[in-house]
């Protein structure tokens, strides 16, 4: 694949099958890395612009008063799959986005919950997370992983589809991102999370996730997966295999990477993105503000990147026509049941303070079983 790389006073044209030789200069004060044939991963930590006029690409960065400034209309620079298509009806389109990543990261060690940890150097957004749930009517929610084979979700050969908003995205290791980008070296840069800590790939695997398949088996009967064209009999009674980000278990020390998915190599701190679960960050450990609003962003209990989900999550996966409510109308699983009993003000909604009172289970605890 060939596309234009442009950096400032230059007009590269890149052929992805030639070897590198790079030019390190600055410019008022800013280090650019320009390749003067073929490219290099280290050119992406200056100011950039990728164009590609085969599949319409444009991302351009630019660091300006302590800012990586990304403005892209995230149109992958890479072959897709098919969409529409079976398991994703959307088609992808072109998006306009600015995200602002600080060009110092402040490390804080504290793990918050990301929707949206990320973007990868060609504007695409990671995330890994779906809106995709099985309730139980014994009570169990399962949230449902992107790869997995119990539900066709569309995925294609990146790991990613296509939000309703026609939004591209990668879900797990963006395939053809890596190819493009391997020059023989184990670690490939792909990307930025949103506290300005690099994105990586490992070629050789080396680098290992610290999260574990629980023992035992699933709970859950009468367990149901619904969406806008179908609605399916799911049986969850089986081992945790990772169809479920409730499957896993964060065990401090058990791999090589912390919560979340990250790790020091050489006095810097790097976001790792992995063939095995949580394959991308559902969490940063750096300062950050998620450039999806208020409702995207909050703290997730540690350990358990796959539940119980927050009420922002809740109305991502339940308020359908957007207006930041969840009615009776709109509500799916046991919630359907318990309403009534959860609306404690009768005024149709559930609110944040009325879903914090009663159990919920996001498939490890469980709910008393009702007769």
Known sequence: MKYFLIAPFFLLFISCNNQSEIDHHSHNDITHSHA??????????????????????????????????????????????????????????????????????????????????????????????TAEVVACDTGENYRVEALQDVIDLGLDFNHAHVQPTGAYHYHGVPTSVVK???????????????????????????????????DGNREGEDCTYEN????????????????????????????????????????????????????????LMGEFEEQRGPQAQGNRPNGNPGGPPSYAELLEMMDDNKDGKISKKEVKGPLRQDFDKVDKNKDGFLTEDELKSPPRSNGQGRRPRRG
């Open 228 to 283: 806008p064209k179908q609605k399916l009999k799911i049986d969850v009674n089986g081992h945790h295999d990772g169809t479920y980000g409730s499957d896993f278990e964060y065990i401090d020390g058990y791999g090589d990477l912390d919560e979340c998915n990250g790790i020091t190599i050489n006095g810097k701190y790097m976001y790792m993105v992995t063939n095995t679960f949580p394959y991308v960050s559902r969490c």
């Open 36 to 129: 003067i044939i073929g490219e290099s991963n280290q050119s992406y930590m200056g100011n950039y612009t990728l164009e590609d006029e085969t599949y319409g690409t444009k991302t351009e960065v630019k660091i300006i008063n302590g800012q990586r400034i990304m403005t892209t209309n995230s149109l992958p620079n890479h072959n897709t799959g098919v969409f529409p298509n079976q398991g994703n009806p959307n088609t992808i389109s072109e998006q306009s986005k600015t995200y602002k990543f600080p060009l110092n990261p402040k490390y804080t060690g504290k793990a918050t919950w990301a929707r949206e940890p990320g973007v990868a150097i060609n504007g695409v957004k990671f995330e890994p997370q």
């Open 180 to 214: 493009d980008l391997d020059e023989g070296e184990d670690l490939i840069h792909i990307g930025f999370a949103h506290d300005g800590f690099p994105m990586y790939y490992s070629k050789s695997g080396k680098y290992k996730p610290s999260y574990k398949a629980l």
